[in-house]
């Protein structure tokens, strides 16, 4: 699958590339962000950045860096993990810590779900967040995303098990949002 590029009136999303990695690390490599997901490690080195470039080559997955378009700054990345035979993906996303707060999750993720429903034609998405970052449950309550349970002790996180909310959207339910 080729990555596409995506852009809105403050970001632009594209494929990462090597050239990336001496950004990416200190960024990723945050224990706050490592923290608020289920799938970067702590410490991140940039053995692990090699690793996760070589991996975005699965075809089941979109992943994005999110990029400023002022500067061209990375700031974080995003993703769809894609099961095509149930036409639904699961949104990913993380931001660097300085980067938090200025609505850059909700505008690359609107461009996400435009992408997945649009073009991908996906007929639902789905994300969850760790119930200790109820900024993420934000940020998908800002796509529209509806609230679909609480999966209890769902990851276990550096030793703690921790409870995964989760939200999903359909289609027509994201079209009336227009």
Same mark, same amino acid.
């Given at each position: 699958?080729? #990555?596409?590029?995506?852009?809105?009136?403050?970001?632009?999303?594209?494929?990462?590339?090597?050239?990336?990695?001496?950004?990416?690390?200190?960024?990723?490599?945050?224990?706050? *962000?490592?923290?608020?997901?289920?799938?970067?490690?702590?410490?991140?080195?940039?053995?692990?950045?090699?690793?996760?470039?070589?991996?975005?080559?699965?075809?089941?997955? %979109?992943? &994005?860096?999110?990029?400023?378009?002022?500067?061209?700054? &990375?700031?974080?990345?995003?993703?769809?993990?894609?099961? *095509?035979?149930?036409?639904?993906?699961? #949104?990913?996303?993380?931001?660097? %810590?300085?980067?938090?707060?200025?609505?850059?999750?909700?505008?690359?993720?609107?461009?996400?779900?435009?992408?997945?429903?649009?073009?991908?034609?996906?007929?639902?998405?789905?994300?969850?967040?760790?119930?200790?970052?109820?900024?993420?449950?934000? %940020?998908?309550?800002?796509?529209?995303?509806?609230?679909?349970?609480?999966?209890?002790?769902? *990851?276990?996180?550096?030793?703690?098990?921790?409870?995964?909310?989760?939200?999903?959207?359909?289609?027509?339910?994201?079209?009336?949002?227009?």
């Amino acid at each position: 699958m080729d #990555l596409p590029r995506l852009e809105t009136p403050r970001l632009q999303m594209r494929p990462y590339r090597e050239a990336d990695i001496p950004e990416l690390v200190p960024l990723i490599g945050a224990r706050e *962000v490592a923290a608020t997901t289920g799938r970067i490690p702590y410490p991140y080195g940039e053995k692990d950045a090699r690793a996760f470039l070589a991996s975005i080559e699965n075809a089941d997955e %979109v992943r &994005l860096s999110i990029r400023l378009r002022t500067d061209d700054r &990375l700031i974080g990345g995003i993703g769809l993990r894609l099961n *095509v035979e149930h036409h639904h993906a699961e #949104l990913g996303y993380w931001l660097g %810590v300085p980067y938090w707060g200025n609505g850059y999750a909700t505008e690359s993720a609107r461009e996400m779900l435009r992408y997945g429903f649009q073009e991908l034609g996906l007929h639902r998405i789905f994300a969850s967040h760790f119930k200790n970052n109820p900024a993420s449950g934000g %940020v998908l309550k800002k796509l529209g995303m509806l609230y679909e349970g609480c999966q209890r002790e769902h *990851v276990c996180k550096w030793d703690q098990f921790i409870d995964s909310e989760l939200y999903g959207i359909l289609r027509r339910d994201w079209e009336l949002l227009g």
